[in-house]
């Protein structure tokens, strides 16, 4: 391994340090000053002049706070000379702003990209884009991870006999077919239309789950309405149990407090992508560790080795 240096901001630093245990490296040091006129100072603490810079930081809750700190974060290393510098960002909040669905409507996803670049990533590691072609929207190369390793082989521990992997829609369908292959289970899909922000309209079912234990499959979880109608449609088709798991646990508006309140729900399952502050308070809820993924990624990308067996489903 070449010469490398992990910092990052105040999204994750719990995330960012179970990282730098696999990669056996420290978590270099970071000062983040906020002025009185609300101003954000970033100022990286160690020695980065051409070392492989690896910043951590998820898009998550303050986004635009947690936004402008990766800025200058980058900033940052770019002016220190850093050889070269990857955003690694878990959850890219931006990427449901990645279309102009009506007039004069900023595409977010491509603009944040945009200012990513020019901010001086050169390379970005992400993980389960809710819309994938925003990995088109980058000037720069971008590893895009899934967590469907890591889903699949917690649910392996079950008995899995009458089961079925549903996808709340179809745009997730494909993601959800490939999770069902390794489990060897069947798959279903909901045909869902977007009402509102956290509203939701399930026209139909695909697929066969009545009578069947179903395995809820999304890459997020926001405000949990598309998972609380499903629920309904679901219980329509006489399913038995119901497991619910995502990539990123964003549960916004008390979302994991209704989920885990739905009597059929048997457990909520996701990863540490984003941090769960309330997490130890809900038995329903279990979270899986990222961290080996994004270090071995990480470790890749530091080798020059390929990180496509990491994103690439088998």
């Not at 279309?99 to 603009?111: E, M, N, T, V, Y």
């Not at 999304?218 to 497991?243: N, Q, T, W």
């Not at 979270?287 to 067996?309: F, H, T, Y």
Request: charged share 20%.
């Amino acid at each position: 391994m070449s010469q490398i240096a992990v910092f990052s901001g105040t999204a994750h630093p719990t995330l960012a340090q179970a990282i730098c245990r696999k990669l056996g490296v420290p978590l270099l040091p970071t000062r983040i000053k906020r002025f009185s006129n609300d101003c954000i100072e970033v100022q990286l603490q160690s020695n980065c002049r051409e070392q492989d810079v690896f910043i951590i930081q998820p898009l998550v809750r303050p986004v635009q706070d947690n936004l402008l700190e990766l800025l200058l974060m980058l900033d940052a290393a770019r002016g220190a000379s850093a050889a070269r510098i990857t955003a690694v960002i878990p959850h890219y909040a931006y990427a449901r702003s990645d279309k102009k669905d009506g007039p004069r409507i900023s595409i977010g996803a491509r603009l944040v990209a945009d200012l990513l670049v020019t901010a001086g990533a050169s390379r970005v590691l992400t993980m389960t884009l809710h819309s994938p072609q925003v990995h088109g929207f980058f000037g720069v190369p971008v590893d895009h991870l899934h967590a469907l390793r890591e889903l699949s082989d917690y649910f392996a521990q079950y008995d899995l006999t009458d089961s079925v992997v549903v996808s709340p829609d179809l745009g997730n369908a494909k993601n959800a077919a490939a999770f069902a292959r390794k489990l060897d289970l069947p798959v279903a899909a909901a045909a869902k239309q977007r009402l509102s922000d956290k509203e939701v309209e399930i026209s139909a079912l695909i697929g066969d789950v009545r009578g069947r234990h179903a395995i809820v499959l999304d890459d997020e979880i926001v405000s949990g309405g598309s998972v609380i109608e499903l629920l309904s449609c679901l219980r329509a088709h006489d399913v038995k149990s119901v497991r619910v798991a995502c990539t990123h646990g964003i549960f916004a508006w008390q979302a994991l407090r209704h989920l885990s309140s739905q009597d059929d729900v048997v457990e909520i399952v996701c990863t540490d992508t984003v941090p769960i502050p309330e997490a130890g308070g809900h038995p329903k809820l279990r979270v899986l560790s990222i961290a080996p993924a994004l270090a071995e990624a990480m470790r890749r990308i530091n080798n020059g080795d390929s990180v496509s067996k990491l994103f690439y489903p088998e």
